[in-house]
């Protein structure tokens, strides 16, 4: 995975089994795993591909909120200090459809098991939803986002880091500009900050009239190469989209997603009293994606000093199922940045198994000097950065573009 742009050393000084990320010039993922694992053609086309039976851990609340009932899963109680991570589907699909590959990959479940995890799924989405009485005034995009401290509060949790798609990663911006307080970092997919102007509107309800609605959902969550290729992958998904997810309530949510407005945020120094998302940031977004142009937009928009921008090869426009070990790793990277370390089984890194008995929250000094601290479990820890200036004058810059 090559750096582009604003080439750093990334997450210098974390050291995972004394190899050192000082001078980190490529990012190599050598190990491919297979999508959903051990399942085989015919059973993709079944929905219990997708909807894999949960761990008994899990637990399903329905919270109310200023505009609703909100219909979340959890695993884990608080601990500590420690963020939960908090997640947010994408438009046409739900928390399992959306997130059960990337959370059920081995490398990601020695990660989040330190962690509490909360599954969000939006008004109506979740499986099962009874349908909305006709009249139903679906919450807007701003409301989606209003809604989710209720759930910060009814769990008790100090701060979440998000991992948002498409919708979803509108929505949990939001809730960021809104509530930074309770936002350590975002990984946010396929994000789009921009409304739609009137000749996108126009196109999507002219797709409303010449395609079913799980057809219409599908152009928005791949890419065109992938649609005309017809794969089992898109076969699938057309099916758990049209069976799965209440139509009637998929259709108010499609119709407020593409009624948003602009996120409103621009990098800071470019305008007077710039507003940008103030946490950590990981944008992720596949090769040829449908919105590839408005991550790269959005990227534009955030502080270069915060923000990581990981664009990924081969992986379309569902990078979470599609690269579920790139984007692990990624995310394992993005969390030892903010000061969390992973003691994982890293194959690639040792000649054995590597003892995965604590996630461990590091104090970082927001210097150049990138002189390791003694694990606390104190207040919030900073994000670390490393200084990296061609002049040689010590600046900021943890920017990174990578492809891989």
Known sequence: MKLLGHRIELLTGLLLHDVTMAGLQELRFPEEKPLLRGLDATELENSDAFLLAEDTDWKEHDIETPYGLLHVVIRGSPKGNRPAILTYHDVGLNHKLCFNTFFNFEDMQ????????????????????????????????????????????HFGFKYVIGIGVGAGAYVLAKFALIFPDLVEG?????????????????????????????????????????????????QSYRQQIGNVVNQANLQLFWNMYNSRRDLDINRPGTVPNARTLRCPVMLVVGDNAPAEDGVVECNSKL?????????????????????PGKLTEAFKYFLQGMGYIAYLKDRRLSGGAVPSASM??????????LTSASSVEGGRPQACTHSESSDGLGQVNHTMEVSC
């Not at 969000?120 to 989710?148: I, K, N, R």
């Not at 990981?310 to 379309?316: I, P, Q, R, V």
């Not at 569902?318 to 690269?323: H, N, R």
């Not at 461990?360 to 000097?369: D, E, M, V």
């Open 110 to 153: 020695e990660i989040t098991k330190h962690f509490v995890v909360c599954h969000v799924d939006a008004p109506g989405q979740q499986v099962g939803a009874s349908q909305f009485p006709q009249g139903y005034q679906y919450p807007s995009m701003e409301q989606l986002a209003a809604m989710l401290p209720s759930v910060v509060q």
């Open 186 to 234: 975002l990984v946010l997919m396929n994000i789009d900050p921009n409304g739609k102007g009137w000749i996108d509107w126009a196109a999507t309800k002219l797709s409303g009239l010449t395609s079913t609605l799980p057809d219409t959902v599908l152009s928005h969550l791949f890419s065109q190469e992938e649609l005309m290729n017809n794969s089992e992958l898109v």
């Open 303 to 323: 502080d270069p000093t915060t923000t990581t921008f990981l664009k990924m090869a081969d992986s379309g426009g569902l990078p979470q199922v599609t690269q």
């Open 360 to 369: 461990t929250r590091l104090a970082r000094s927001r210097t150049a000097s």
